[in-house]
């Protein structure tokens, strides 16, 4: 397997598990697919930092695609370190909301709220392996459009005021990041 593809292939896994999630059959638990491709995510990310902090930046371009006409991830010492420290906030996290989840969602928008958080891990990593501004903005917007559905999971009046509040500072931010691209 070519290096260059470990940089998109941790995304792709985070963002197959959560387009089956909704499609599992009721005994396999979501928690589990969740973990399941948390963990694989991590193990395709590990060699990618490895072979970055030995030898240097990894440049993808999707499709084959040059940069000016499609979509370039730069794997560099930098994004490397941003998405170890996606997996080292969101791997604990994950395994805390396993055995918390049950007190504060309904069961039947666990398979929501797995989803919604591969989706924002995913935008997270994809973040940090952007090229240009305008990449960046689109994860900007999956991250906080992730975020804020995550919030509205649990249907209590605080979360949805939550949920507003953050959606107004979301569009806020990415109008501002939106005109600073043009």
């Known amino acids: 397997m070519m290096v260059a593809h470990l940089t998109v292939l ?20 979501a928690e589990n697919i969740a973990l399941a491709a948390l963990g694989l995510a991590f193990a395709l990310w590990l060699p990618l930092a490895q072979r970055v902090l030995s030898t240097g930046p990894v440049s993808y371009h999707l499709g084959g695609w040059p940069p000016a006409v499609g979509i370039e991830v730069v794997s560099d010492t930098l994004s490397v370190y941003f998405g170890g420290i996606v997996f080292l906030l969101s791997l604990p996290a994950a395994t805390f909301a396993c055995s918390s989840l049950a007190a504060e969602v309904p069961i039947a928008a666990h398979s929501s709220f797995w989803t919604l958080y591969l989706l924002l891990v995913m935008s997270l990593l994809a973040l940090s392996l952007a ?3 305008f990449n960046t903005y689109v994860f900007i917007e999956i991250s906080s459009l992730a975020a804020c559905a995550l919030i509205a999971t649990v249907n209590r009046p605080l979360n949805i005021e939550a949920t507003f ?6 569009t806020v931010g990415s109008g501002c990041i939106l005109m600073a691209t043009l």
């Not at 792709?12 to 959560?18: E, F, Y």
């Open 10 to 29: 941790p995304q792709l896994v985070l963002l197959l598990g959560a387009a089956l999630l909704p499609l599992r059959p009721r005994w396999l638990r």
């Open 131 to 133: 090229a240009d501004l």
């Open 165 to 170: 509040k953050y959606l107004i500072l979301s």
